[in-house]
């Protein structure tokens, strides 16, 4: 039997090693571990990817959106459209700036919020949406900033799982008011800790991220806004730096690696799993290569008992969460938003994942319909 992991960062780290201590040797012997050279370099470098005149590294995405809400204007009294079908920091994110999530449904082909069914959640309180590039795809960016510029409302991007993805040739962070990255270490670009940055093409709300990060202190010792201490550190900053140019020649190979997946489901299942779906003009990033399956969680246990391992990206849609009880919403609210926490299950999926191990899942997945 053989095992494959969902993601394996050692081949990476190997690769790096000698850059890495370099680096780690290079800051420690600087003294210089808050704000200074190597976090300013990415988020140079970072704004620029993103064709955004901003970066603003911070301690970690989930504080990336709450510090873009904030600094947006969002709080007490305001409503948050966002998907339900994310990870928990989503809401977290825009609960903690006292604003309340509205949760709108998903479109299941992509599993990104569904722009068509927006404008009927927006109400006299709405101020801001949070579309989610979920696993590695943009969400439908033209159609949101329609409704958004035409209800005047902020549209901060959750791009925690889609640095470099683009939607017609337009960069994540580029329409949006801002985008929120993190460097997780399961993410695309991923820090050996936490991580995270805002970019934005918006000069007074990138300001107010900056000063919002350090405890809303400017200058110095001054404070006018209520900020907090959320700082990316120089160490994650510097080995983030040694990734960052093999950034793209990754998303390549996510890319292939889904194509490869797809074509071999398609040859061996005929239809019994459904494949990911990559909208026309999109550039698809593959964070995680997520398949539809009716018998999910038995098609999981099946994988496991036989050596693959996979994840559930999301069992409980953010709606039904118990610490969200009091928006009020039930079962059956949000329904493709719940169908899709049954139905999904992403498959192993990192850059130096091996064409073999590819065909073991695809092999097993096959066994498992037999
Ligand atoms: C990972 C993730 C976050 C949170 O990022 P952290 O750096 O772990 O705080 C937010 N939203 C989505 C969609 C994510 O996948």
């Given at each position: 039997m053989q095992k494959i992991p969902m993601l394996d960062l050692s081949e990476q780290y190997n690769n790096l090693r000698e850059d890495m201590l370099r680096v780690v040797d290079e800051v420690m012997g600087s003294s210089k571990f808050i704000l200074s050279d190597n976090v300013k370099k990415l988020e140079e470098d970072i704004a620029k990817y993103s064709n955004t005149n901003h970066g603003i590294g911070v301690a970690n995405g989930s504080d990336a959106i709450h510090i873009a809400l904030q600094a947006s204007g969002v709080g007490p009294g305001d409503e948050v459209i966002t998907t339900p079908?994310?990870?928990?920091?989503?809401g977290g994110a825009i609960v903690r700036t006292g604003a309340k999530p509205v949760y709108v449904d998903i479109d299941p082909a992509t599993f990104n919020i569904d722009p068509a069914k927006i404008e009927e959640a927006i109400t006299e309180n709405t101020k801001a949406i949070i579309p989610v590039h979920l696993y590695g795809q943009m969400a439908d960016m033209e159609a949101i900033m329609k409704i958004a510029n035409?209800?005047?409302l902020v549209v901060i991007e959750d791009a925690a799982q889609a640095i470099g993805a683009r939607i017609n040739g337009k960069a994540v962070g580029e329409l949006g008011t801002a985008a929120t990255y993190s460097f997780f270490p399961t993410k695309n670009l991923g820090a050996y800790g936490d991580g995270g940055m805002i970019v934005s093409n918006n000069d007074e709300v990138a300001e107010l991220c900056k000063v919002i990060r350090v405890h809303g202190s400017?200058?110095?010792?001054?404070?006018?806004?209520?900020?907090?201490?959320?700082?990316?550190?120089?160490?994650q900053a510097a080995i983030l730096n040694v990734k960052f140019p093999y950034l793209d020649s990754w998303s390549e190979k996510r890319r292939e690696h889904a194509a490869v997946y797809t074509k071999l489901l398609n040859q061996k299942l005929e239809g019994s799993v459904k494949t990911p779906v990559e909208i026309d003009g999109r550039y698809h990033v593959f964070h995680q290569y997520t398949i539809r399956v009716e018998k999910r969680d038995e098609l999981q246990k099946f994988l496991a008992e036989n050596g693959v391992s996979t994840m559930v990206y999301y069992p409980l849609p953010l709606h039904m969460q118990p610490v969200f009880k009091e928006l009020g919403y039930q079962e059956g609210?949000?329904?493709?938003?719940e169908k899709a926490?049954?139905?999904a299950l992403s498959l192993p999926m990192f850059p130096e994942l091996k064409v073999e191990q590819q065909e073991y899942v695809v092999e097993m997945i096959a066994k498992f319909f037999k």
């Open positions: 079908f994310t990870f928990f920091a989503t035409k209800h005047n400017k200058p110095k010792y001054f404070h006018h806004v209520l900020g907090y201490n959320s700082r990316l550190d120089e160490l609210d949000i329904p493709e938003a926490a049954r139905e």
